[in-house]
């Protein structure tokens, strides 16, 4: 290869499994290839679910020594967790998983000090029972001298340097977006002690060195430095979002779904808040304005309880299905602990007066279904309450492997849906990291990088829309 072409290690963790790429940039060429996967298996603990963190380490210190010679790493990873270490940087214990049942009534314990219209206008962040603003409020923080969210902690595992990085902190409930630093005002009335966070970082910012025993263990040659990316994985896949222009809606696929625009300013009102819209921060100062929805994560389950059948013949069974016969909420809470979900989707329809679908291919077809109608709404909401229109929307991540709800969010938005790239997160990764240095220029620059060097696929609508409110009609009145 030319000596122009530089080679970065994207680190992504996702809620199931971790991945180490490596991304071959050059001035009119991106190639990212597979290094090592590993699975990210929770453990629940008499204490409750726990992340197995030891054992992700140990995943990314494999795939670094299956990458090779590296220019640099960066790590990605799911938000709002974190691990607590002592005065002596030791870790106090496994990081507790936002599954976790810890943070139920937190919520209302914290509103009684900060009601929630006040807490998202200085915060924007959506209600979700996991943020760590909640984790924070029911943690014992007794001995802990410092909180590092999941990709920093690694990051200083791999460093000995330690930092918070913007985007994901912003996950937090404790950023404020208008200013991108910390709410101090928020912090102080919860009694949360900002001191235990290490200093913010941006996206580019030098993140340090790979340590001596680093580079034994993994036979990398040194010095090889460790770039601070967008550090929660959606802000990376929002970076990899092969767009041009504004007029663009995207949706990050995987275990959840992200569905919203990207903006200059955040979106703060009261309507906005009841919509459940949250304002998360992204590259070069922009405002990642999204919904949460619980996405393949009940299809996962799913898949899980019927014994891991082939996901091809399920889909092809989905296919043939009725349309729209039964839909659920996708966002309805009671889908967010694990097990028994083909139990829980055939309750919700029953609970809704809905036929209750029976084969694991008309379960999944009500799944899907399901997700497109609520990435229709949120797309449709989005465009209304930041009063910016949109002419495509933008599938990135897992999800656009999955060519029937690519085309079913394409109906139900009834807008072209282009789908790609699926690695978005750890393309996003290497972008940051190649920009930092000096090999890629602004975030135009970037998703025109990758618009000309991977694959995407169109689907356009088709169908009469009015099913599709139809559908949505009966969740109202649900």
Known sequence: MSGSVKSYAAVDLGASSGRVMVGRVGPDSLELTEAHRFVNRPVRLPE?????????????LDGL????????????????????LDGDGRLLGNPVHYRDSRTEGVAEKVWATVPAPELYAATGLQYAPFNTLYQLVADQLTGAERLLLVPDLLTYWLTGEQGTELTNASTTQLIDPRTRGWSYDIAQRLGIDLE???????????????????????????????????????????????????????????????????????????????????????????????????GLWLLQECVRSWGDPDLGELLREAAEAPALRSVVDASDPVFLPPGRMPERIAEACRASGQPVPGSPGEITRCILDSLALAHRRAVEEAQRLADRPVDVVHVVGGGTRNALLCQLTADACGLPVVAGPTEAAALG??????????????????????????????????????????????????
Do not use: K
């Not at 679910?49 to 995943?59: F, K, T």
């Not at 299956?66 to 607590?84: C, E, R």
């Not at 972008?431 to 240095?437: D, E, F, G, K």
């Open 429 to 478: 990764n290497v972008l940051v990291q190649a920009r930092a240095h000096g090999l890629v220029g602004d975030l135009a620059g970037g998703r025109a990088l990758l618009t000309r060097t991977q694959p995407l696929t169109r689907y356009e609508p088709r169908g009469d829309p009015a099913r599709w409110r139809e559908a949505q009609a009966r969740l109202v009145r649900i």
């Open 196 to 294: 235990l966070f290490a200093p913010l970082r941006q996206p580019g910012d030098p993140a340090g060195l790979l340590r001596p025993e680093v580079l034994e263990e993994t036979g990398l040659a040194g010095p090889v430095p460790v770039t601070a990316v967008g550090s929660h994985d959606t802000a990376s896949a929002v970076a990899a979002v092969p767009a041009s222009g504004e007029r663009f809606a995207y949706i990050c696929t995987g275990t959840w779904s992200l569905a919203g625009l990207e903006l200059d300013a955040p979106v703060l009102t009261e309507e906005s808040r009841a919509a459940n819209f949250t304002n998360e921060l992204g590259l070069d100062g922009t405002v990642r304005y999204l919904r949460n929805i619980m």
């Open 65 to 84: 020594r299956a990458a090779g010679q590296v220019d640099s790493v960066g790590i990605d990873s799911w938000a709002v967790d974190y691990g607590l």
């Open 48 to 60: 409750g679910l726990r992340w197995d963190i030891l054992s992700l380490y140990g995943g990314v």
